[in-house]
């Protein structure tokens, strides 16, 4: 699978986020909800890194962190070519002491589930702890092995694309072709989305941190 090569077009759409700072994102919000949970730009850990956001849950059970579009109006089915790309990293594992879950991608919401996405999705202990794609419309979803086992301080480039007319979704990893699907990619009014990400803690009392180097989505019209 080969995804679209933009060359020559009328008219694109780009949102691209290096995180140089919290207060000037275009247009992504950075949230984070519970005891000592923050959105804070750390220094990068390498030098291909220009800034890094740390999504930091906190201590609570049902603490959240992440980053989302400020307006949750994206149509996948809009006539162009959907591409995004994120890289995230945590520090460690989901495990039955300490556990959270992910989701990165074409998401409406980083306080739930989305009711409406295209995104990867992780938690230890579903799917033997690999990634799963999920298209996902009107809080119903189709699920996808990716084949690839999460693992911790590791970076990740996510990639999705979506098909114009929303007709097929395509997920890579590290720009191998992992999964694709062609039902429950959310189409038609009222069936928006954004992109972000976000880490929800379920259990333990050590702090997990979600850590996002850059956002890149574009879209495409021929």
Partial sequence: MEFANEGVRSRYYRNYCDFETIIDLPGILA??????????????????QIGVLSSNPGTDVGGLAGWLTS????RLDNGGTWKGEWSIRTPALSDGTNTYSLRVGFIDSV???????????????VNSGKWQFVTRSNSTETITDTGITYAAATNYKLQIQVQPDGLKAFARIDDVHVASSTTNIPIGSGRETGFGAMILKTAGATTPTLLTDYSD????FK
């Fill in 31 to 48: 949230t984070a909800t519970g005891t000592a949970a923050a959105s804070t730009i750390i220094a990068p850990a390498t030098q291909s």
């Fill in 71 to 74: 307006a949750v109006l994206t």
């Fill in 111 to 125: 306080s739930v589930e989305s009711t409406d996405g295209v995104f990867f999705r992780y938690t230890h202990s």
């Fill in 217 to 220: 989505v574009v879209c495409v």
